[in-house]
């Protein structure tokens, strides 16, 4: 985490090398990033989800459907 308030990200410019641009950091996107911190952490605690077996386990599916809904949000 660079500077409080932005985050580097890298841009696509479609011709020669890319470029890292400092990003203004919303809302929306430390909402996404903490739901997959949350998810990522579940990820990798749960032994039910480590096994490969996500689709099993009933604490992960709110987890990633929360990450997937504030993606939208960000949007
Ligand atoms: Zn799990």
Do not use: F, I
């Amino acid at each position: 985490m660079g500077e409080s308030g932005y985050t580097e990200r890298w841009l696509e410019t479609g011709s020669g090398p890319g470029a890292v641009v400092r990003a203004r950091v919303t809302q929306a996107n430390q909402a996404v990033q903490a739901a997959y911190r949350t998810w990522l952490d579940h990820a990798t605690e749960c032994p039910t989800c480590r096994d490969g077996a996500a689709r099993e386990c009933t604490v992960v599916k709110p987890l990633w459907d929360a990450y997937q809904a504030a993606q939208r949000a960000a949007l």
